[in-house]
């Protein structure tokens, strides 16, 4: 009996051994590794004022999403008054660097200006004012940007469409007039729905793919559906992340991994940066990436990270706790989870 405990808890710790995450360097760049598009959420005034960070984002990614600087707020300052310039440095940076650019995002219900938020007028006026933004975005970066998410966060995690100002003065099929609004500026940009919570929540992930099964069947292109992913590590589990990724497969979309973070804390308040947490973390983003590759070729879009290092993390400040959830530390050293993201893709 006690022989068998013995040859169960050794063997216990062999199989932990052989899930280790091995440290490792950044020498090797993620995106040379990989034979679908690495990318990373970048902020256009750390790329010119930190030079560690730009090192990263140059050597590391060849996919660019703009975190923030083409969301409508920084884009259409004021009605009718475009704003392009910190926009098209970033883009300048991007093609400079052999990189492609995914634009995020179009419509979303955070981060308008105060003038959309306030806009009155029917609805044929919310409608052309919504045109007139689509439009003059997707054809200013028309030929530079590659794809774009349309529209981003239109549903609830119940698979009700979440209240915002489009669906208030426009109505549901504000979504199917974003997309056509997006392919007539552009036939040739790949069109994107972004959300998260895809793989954790069955019904938003069900309704989402109903929804656009329902615009595609009228002629609506739709090409890519982008699963969020910032998650924990238990929390969505891998077979709730497969679950979504085949049932998005079947579909028959191109699958973006768009904004991967990886939280370390769980309960908030402050916690122990243990190495077994941020191996828990490197393991996590491993299946992740082995996921991906799960994939058929043709509908692998490209995995993005959001954000950098652990210092440019949007959840610190959003969330008011300590956390850890990025590839590099606040050193901008690489940590597990990026040797997690390296073994994964040499797997
Ligand atoms: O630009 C102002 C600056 O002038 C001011 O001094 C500073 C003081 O707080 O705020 C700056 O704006 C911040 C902005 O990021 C740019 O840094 C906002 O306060 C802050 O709320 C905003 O957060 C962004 C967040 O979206 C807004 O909801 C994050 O950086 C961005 O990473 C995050 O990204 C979203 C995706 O677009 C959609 N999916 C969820 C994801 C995380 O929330």
Redesign the pocket.
Known sequence: MKIHYLIIIALFFVACKADEIEICTDEVALHSLADFPIGV?V?PSELQYNAAYQEIVTTQFNSITP??AF?PDALQPSEGVFDFEVADSLVAFAMRNNQRIHG??LL?H??LPNWMNRFSGDRTAWIKMMKTHIQTVVRHFEGRVKSWDVV??AFEDNGDFRENIWLEHIGKDYLELAFEFAQKADSTVLLFY?D?NIALKNRKCRAILEHFEGLKSKGIQVDGIGL?L?IFNRIPTNNEIENAVNAIVEAEYLIHFS?IDISMNWTGGSMNLTTNRLERQGRKMKVLTNIFQTIPKKQQFGMTV??VSDLDS?IP??FEREDYPLLYDTNYEPKLMYCGFLEGLID
């Open positions: 959420a902020s975190g923030n969301k995020h995002t979303w955070n981060q981003n966060e972004n998260y969020q910032h904004e959001w954000g949007w400040s959003f």
